[in-house]
């Protein structure tokens, strides 16, 4: 089977503007998962997607936002970008979402904001 | 509230020596608990993880983990340390509620060296 993956992997903005990251996970695997990565804050949670529904969402501003599509596929949205938003942004997928199934990681999407 | 702490920062083991990365948790209820690997530029690799019954869990690549519940501690080991298992090393927790809300240590890095 295929891996996650993501698109695209590397991001370049502007204080302001407003990006769009995807995540296709494995096939089978209904729940998706964004996490946040940075050297300061380490890796943060930011939200869970299953059957097109938000099951859980981190302590981030409402500027971040996400959705799922009916094939699983699934975007987060950063409106409004600023500085602190440059990370890396890595999307999960897992068969269900109960909290012991094993989240299979993409690569990530290394995001710069200037 | 959750958390996961990773005591060390770095690791530095000698190769064929045997290495260990400590993980201790705080959690309410029943922890399911994970170890991921991140290599450069890569998103996270599974290695094992502990739900219930046996206390020691062995995964990926030779390595294993020793659950401890009086210690809230989950340990990942090697035997034998290889120069290529010089990475971060990621400790995780299941937040209670069930979901895929991974709470995430603040990773140790572990050089081996030749």
């Known amino acids: 089977k295929a891996g996650v993956t993501q698109t695209p992997r590397y991001l370049i903005k502007t204080r302001g503007q407003q990006v769009t990251l995807s995540c296709s996970p494995i096939s089978g695997h209904r729940s998706v998962s964004w996490y946040q990565q940075t050297p300061g804050q380490g890796l943060q949670f930011l939200f869970e997607?299953?059957?097109?529904?938000?099951?859980n969402k981190g302590n981030f501003p409402g500027r971040f936002s996400g959705r799922q599509f009916s094939n699983s596929r699934s975007e987060m949205n950063v409106s409004t970008l600023e500085l602190g938003d440059s990370a890396l942004y890595l999307c999960?997928?897992?068969?269900?979402?109960?909290?012991?199934?094993?989240?299979?990681f993409g690569p990530g999407t290394r995001l710069t904001v200037l | 509230a959750q958390s996961v702490a990773q005591p060390e920062d770095q690791v530095n083991v000698a190769e064929g020596n045997p290495l260990t990365v400590k993980c201790t948790y705080s959690v309410s209820g029943n922890p399911y608990l994970f170890w991921y690997v991140q290599y450069p530029n890569r998103g996270l690799q599974f290695l094992l993880k502990?739900?219930?019954?046996?206390?020691l869990v062995k995964g990926s690549y030779g390595f294993e983990a020793e659950f401890n519940k009086s210690q809230t501690s989950f340990h990942l080991k090697k035997p034998s340390a290889l120069v290529s298992d010089s990475a971060l090393y990621f400790c995780?927790?299941?937040?209670?509620?069930?979901?895929?809300?991974?709470?995430f240590g603040a990773g140790t890095r572990l050089a081996v060296h030749p």
């Open positions: 997607y299953f059957s097109e529904t938000q099951r």
């Open positions: 502990y739900i219930t019954g046996d206390n």
């Open positions: 995780a927790v299941s937040a209670s509620g069930g979901y895929n809300k991974l709470i």
């Open positions: 999960a997928s897992s068969v269900g979402t109960s909290g012991r199934e094993v989240q299979f």
